[in-house]
T-cell receptor
């Protein structure tokens, strides 16, 4: 059973657009929600992470929105650039477990 | 500060053989986790080590094992390789004292079983 559900599977936007990637979870014990960016041939790189005590976190052009009651969180990429073309993974974990449950990934393509 | 180093980057093995992969975490990080990445199953947790002790294990058969040394370097071993073990094996390191500390991944070892 997939602990974290991610959508869409793929996404194409024009340069300057705002792609949005959504994730949902069921396990209410999850209390840490990171997003990773992965380029071909590379390992995932941590982009930004959020805890349930805040509803939004922004770092540069990347914003996480978190809805605790709906058990959903999303990544917004402002002013997207061709260099943002990559696969994005959401993940979740809970205190004490120290292992990440990953979503299935979203392949983002930003067209110049 | 050097990142997470995984060796080798690529491996080709034959069914039935065994393989050992190595991971050197970021200096000062005491937790090392291993993940398997495949197109079909995505990123799946294998196990996590902290201070030479396995703290957590994913749902993989006993053919998959690991260990951590006193300098925090870690190895994972897969015995009796199967074709389905072909995957990118990723190692992640973190400070590890509490959950939610940032996990940093290496570039992975691409294992191909023929």
């Amino acid at each position: 059973q997939q602990q974290v559900k991610q959508s869409p599977q793929s996404l194409i936007v024009q340069k300057g657009g705002i792609p949005i990637i959504n994730c949902a979870y069921e396990n209410t014990a999850f209390d840490y929600f990171p997003w990773y960016q992965q380029f071909p041939g590379k390992g995932p790189a941590l982009l930004i992470a959020i805890r349930p005590d805040v509803s939004e976190k922004k770092e540069g052009r990347f914003t996480i929105s978190f809805n605790k009651s709906a058990k959903q969180f999303s990544l917004h990429i402002m002013d997207s650039q061709p260099g943002d073309s990559a696969t994005y993974f959401c993940a979740a974990s809970s205190t004490g477990a120290n292992n990440l449950f990953f979503g299935t990934g979203t392949r983002l393509t930003v067209i110049p | 500060k050097a990142g997470v180093t995984q060796t080798p980057r690529y491996l080709i093995k034959t069914r039935g053989q065994q393989v050992t992969l190595s991971c050197s975490p970021i200096s000062g990080h005491r937790s090392v986790s291993w993940y398997q990445q495949t197109p079909g199953q995505g990123l799946q947790f294998l196990f996590e080590y902290f201070s030479e002790t396995q703290r957590n294990k994913g749902n993989f058969p006993g053919r998959f094992s690991g260990r951590q040394f006193s300098n925090s370097r870690s190895e994972m071993n897969v015995s009796t390789l199967e074709l389905g073990d072909s995957a990118l094996y990723l190692c992640a390191s973190s400070l590890g004292q509490t959950l939610g500390t940032e996990a940093f991944f290496g570039q992975g070892t691409r294992l191909t079983v023929v």
